[in-house]
């Protein structure tokens, strides 16, 4: 069974960071393009960042707007993806979700990042 | 960026009614398109990709169809569990984006 299982949320203020990982199991990870995607609180979703697999250089796409102050990178080892997010702005405020597959046919059940003084 | 503007923003319909959900992309896509079923507190499913294909276990009242670049789910026989949002993205070029949702309920 694919499990995906996001961790690392929370509430921050204006200006710090937050590292959000994801742990997978029941298929391949080595081989997977894992991505980020955030649901905000008017249920817009929005993807954020993809990472591909070692054969593919671990080629990494960002969404502009967050390019710069989000870092995606995965350990093949841990069969796990994280999110590092700097800077963290009020409207980055969401629910974070890791998915596997293009599109995304598994979803982790997503972590809460509030930002809030 | 493709943009993907997604219609109605909401619909009301009784059980065993067809409903059709649509979304035009401002570019073409190439049938990249996918659409994704969410429930209350729950992560999106994905219902259907490439414009057409049925994911595995999703019930064949589900379809999808496309005319250049506009797209459309169509439920059939609507079910009580079909209350839902319902959301379509485009998996054909970066940065992915995704429609505004269409929030379905039953009467």
């Known amino acids: 069974e694919v499990q995906l299982v996001e961790t690392g949320g929370g509430l921050v203020q204006p200006g710090n960071s937050l590292k959000l990982s994801c742990a997978t199991s029941?298929?391949?990870?080595?081989?997977?393009?894992m991505n980020w995607i955030r649901q905000t609180p008017g249920k817009r979703l929005e993807w954020l960042a993809q990472?591909?697999?070692?054969?593919?250089?671990?080629?990494?796409s960002y969404l502009e707007s967050v390019k710069g102050r989000f870092t995606i990178s995965r350990d093949d080892s841990k069969s796990s993806v994280y999110l590092q997010m700097n800077n963290l702005k009020e409207e980055d405020t969401a629910i974070y979700y890791c998915?596997?597959?293009?599109?995304?046919?598994?979803w982790g059940q997503g972590t809460l990042v509030t930002v809030s003084s | 960026d493709i943009q993907m503007t997604q219609s109605p923003a909401s619909l009301s319909a009784s059980l065993g009614e067809t409903v059709t959900i649509e979304c035009l992309a401002s570019?073409?896509?190439?049938?990249?398109l996918a659409w994704y079923q969410q429930k209350p507190g729950k992560s999106p499913q994905l219902l259907i990709y490439?414009?057409?294909s049925l994911q595995d276990g999703v019930p064949s009242r589900f379809s999808g169809s496309e005319s250049g670049t506009q797209y459309s789910l169509e439920i059939n026989s609507l079910q009580s569990e079909d209350a839902a949002t319902y959301f379509c993205?485009?998996?054909?070029?970066?940065?992915?984006?995704f429609g505004a949702g269409t929030k379905l309920e039953l009467k």
């Open positions: 998915t596997w597959g293009s599109p995304f046919a598994y």
């Open positions: 029941g298929f391949t990870f080595s081989t997977a393009w």
């Open positions: 990472i591909e697999d070692k054969s593919n250089n671990y080629f990494i």
């Open positions: 570019e073409d896509i190439y049938s990249n």
């Open positions: 490439d414009a057409s």
């Open positions: 993205q485009q998996h054909h070029d970066y940065p992915y984006t």
